[in-house]
Structure formats: C-alpha cells, structure tokens
C-alpha cells in the first residue's frame, strides 16, 4: 500500500525546562511521542512538491541567516485549542524566515487564513470539554522562561498518519 508522505520545517530549541514542557506535554499534547519540543517555521506539505525541489529551496531560502537569539515566554490558547509558549526575543526573525520560506516553490502553500505565531505547541485543550482555563491555568504556572539561540532547522518526513518521522535532515544557519 502506498503511503503518502508529509514534510514539515522544525527548529528543536536547546532549552533548559526541557523536564517541565515534557511533563505537560505527555498530559495535553498527542503529537508528544511523534517529536521532540519544536517551533515550527513549515507546516506539514504534501510531498507532491517533490523531496529535491524542496530541499533546493530551502537551501536557498535560508542562505545568509545567521543564528539568532529566542526567548520563549508567555502562554497563549489559539482559537482552535492549542496552547502556545510564545516567542518574545526573536519573534521579528522567526517571521521573516517564515515568510522567506513560503516563496517560490511554496507560495501557493502559505496559509493566509491563519496568522504565523511563533510558538512552541505545549498541548491541545479538547475544545468539547471546558478544560481550557484550567489548562490555560496550568501552563501559565509553569512559570516557562527560558532563551536559545535559532541556529538548526531540521527538515521532517512525516507519514501520512502522522505517527512516525520517516527521517530529517539538519540545515544550519552559517555561523
């Protein structure tokens, strides 16, 4: 059976309280056994846009940035129930890279409907219950405030199930 595949841009951030986002994410988060903590800069694609075009791209998209700080703080609910740490220092870059990633070859997949927040997604609050001020609650009292520095991008291969990373390759920002 053939399996359609998806590809996503992520950044892992080296980020001390690593143990407390875990915690909180086994409890909220179901993508929590599939990856790491991670800010997403390319949401899942079709892999229609072809393994080596895209890396082509990328390449070129994130030719000249150089690592830059973030500092992860602040909690938000999205309307559709994630609960986002927010990125405060390096917020400004994160979109510009963004924006700079969906050109070319991905313009057609940019999301307009949805505005690009800098976030690390700790959890999803079921939005049938109403849970999402207790969970909101909660993750405020973590009390995350943590800084790292943006300086890798991993480009993921991700099943159509979303279930299993097939594999990632690693681009650094020159240094």
Request: one cysteine or more.
């Amino acid at each position: 059976m053939f399996t359609r595949m998806l590809f996503a841009l992520v950044h892992y951030p080296n980020i001390d309280g690593g143990q407390i986002i875990d915690q909180f994410r086994k409890k909220y988060d179901p993508q929590v056994h599939l990856i790491p903590p991670h800010i997403t800069l390319m949401f899942p694609l079709p892999e229609v846009v072809g393994e080596d075009h895209l890396i082509h791209h990328l390449e070129s998209a994130l030719w000249g940035w150089q690592p830059f700080p973030l500092h992860l703080h602040g909690i938000q609910i999205s309307p559709d129930g994630h609960v986002f740490l927010l990125i405060q220092e390096g917020k400004a870059g994160l979109i510009r890279l963004h924006d700079q990633i969906y050109t070319g070859l991905l313009t057609d997949y940019l999301r307009e409907d949805i505005p690009f927040i800098p976030h690390l997604t700790l959890g999803v609050s079921n939005k049938a219950s109403n849970d999402r001020e207790r969970i909101l609650w909660e993750a405020k009292h973590l009390a995350i405030d943590c800084h790292c520095v943006l300086d890798k991008l991993h480009l993921l291969k991700i099943n159509a199930d979303r279930s299993k990373i097939v594999w990632s390759r690693e681009f650094s920002l020159a240094a």
